[in-house]
């Protein structure tokens, strides 16, 4: 016997792969599907659905008001999205809905949507036919305006076949990925102007603005101005920007830098290491000469009487270390790390690439600045000309760079190969 899935259907795709993945990369369909009726042979289907519940599939075998359904959506909403087989017992078998069911609960799905989940959602639904017994499989995106919640203000996540309500930091974190929080922007209730350099401050402000200006009681008018403080309190961009005594606001923004002798993170070992502190214009110069200086040098066809060049062209590493200072997750607790072993180079950032960003996609030259503000003024700051797109001028200047994006640890790393073995 075969099964009748009707219409041009989102959930067929759904189907074929596991009932499972309507996504990937959080909203792009694993493929696409056009046309009339499709079949699905009995066997595929029950296959998919003995494989049970999990943190992508939710069985349900009756729904009996918005509120029970409209937590389910949000859930999923907030997570990888999904579907809800409704019609089917937490045990998998299939017990189909009647006519009178399948209206009542489409216009349910509706009116929740609509009216119990905060900011509405479109759901898709499709109804399934299997030996005369009826499933709607419902199905919700990844939603791109999360976080979402209940109209009574409840927040849920997907943990498993469960849900749960989502804490404080994925809150957080979720506000940060739908750009309506920005760490950088975060501002200090007990902030103390005396720990801002107004030296520096009115430096690159003369540079950038050609106004030249003298009067500290200028400084916190012109931060807000430039959106670097609010409501008198200057914000994380203002003093990592011009920040005398920046652990103060924000103690874990160290560059935690370690030369090895040999290719292993456990050695015990090592050529050199220093703990860097400070703004980052402080943190950009002094890792860079920390790298500068455990670098190898290379004759390259140079004179015998002239100093050698780099192994790896210091422009390299000035990429790589602007973007792990400017774009790194600043809501993640941790220190910027610079490891340097015979074999290899490693600038390690906190935070997992944002939003729908994969290493294939950064390496292409695309780009999402998680701190928007910190972004617009660093580069005259750091009194370097980079062309904004860091991590392909990198790969064009020295190819053997590689780049892991480790979501579990929530870490970014790029990898240079050496080319002259310590």
Request: proline content about 3%; some cysteine.
């Amino acid at each position: 016997m075969d099964l009748q899935i009707k219409g041009n259907s989102l959930f067929v795709h759904v189907a074929v792969e596991r009932f499972v993945r309507t996504i990937a990369d959080c909203g792009e369909p694993i493929w696409d599907l056009t046309g009339g009726n499709r079949i699905m042979k009995t066997s595929l289907f029950m296959s998919l659905v003995s494989k049970g519940e999990d943190s992508t599939t939710q069985f349900k075998e009756n729904i009996h008001s918005p509120e029970q359904i409209a937590r389910e959506m949000v859930a999923f909403s907030n997570s990888a999205g999904g579907q809800i087989l409704i019609g089917v017992s937490d045990s998998g078998e299939i017990k189909g809905l009647g006519g009178e069911d399948i209206n009542r609960i489409n216009q349910m799905i509706s009116n929740a949507a609509s009216q119990h989940v905060r900011p509405s959602i479109h759901p898709k639904t499709e109804i399934v036919e299997y030996e005369s017994r009826k499933v709607i499989v419902l199905t919700v995106l990844c939603g791109t305006n999360r976080p979402y919640c209940t109209n009574k203000g409840i927040y849920l996540t997907k943990s498993g076949a469960d849900k749960r309500q989502i804490s404080s930091d994925e809150m957080r974190r979720l506000f940060q990925e739908s750009g309506q929080l920005r760490a950088d922007e975060t501002t200090f209730p007990n902030a103390d102007w005396d720990d801002i350099d107004s030296d520096l401050f009115f430096e690159f402000f003369g540079q950038k603005y050609k106004e030249h200006i003298s009067d500290k009681a200028m400084v916190p008018r012109l931060f807000e101005n430039l959106n670097l403080a609010s409501d008198g309190k200057f914000n994380l961009s203002g003093i990592l920007l011009f920040g005398r005594n920046v652990s103060k606001y924000f103690p874990l923004n160290q560059l935690i830098c370690v030369s090895f002798f040999g290719d292993d993170i456990a050695g015990t070992q090592y050529r050199d290491s220093e703990n860097i502190e400070g703004n980052v214009r402080k943190l950009f110069k002094e890792g860079m000469a920390f790298i500068s200086r455990n670098l190898k040098k290379v004759q390259n066809g140079r004179s015998v009487n002239t100093v050698g060049e780099p192994e790896v062209p210091l422009i390299v590493f000035e990429e790589l270390l602007v973007n792990a200072l400017i774009h790194r997750d600043y809501f993640i607790s941790g220190n910027i790390r610079i490891l340097i072993f015979d074999d290899r180079i490693e600038i390690a950032s906190p935070g997992k690439l944002p939003d729908s960003l994969t290493v294939e996609k950064i390496k292409r030259g695309v780009s999402i600045k998680r701190n928007q503000t910190l972004a617009s003024f660093a580069f005259d700051v750091l009194n370097f000309r980079g062309i904004g797109s860091g991590i392909l001028r990198a790969l064009s200047i020295y190819p053997d760079i590689s780049f892991v994006n480790d979501v579990d640890i929530e870490q970014f790393t790029a990898v240079v190969r050496r080319t002259a073995q310590a």
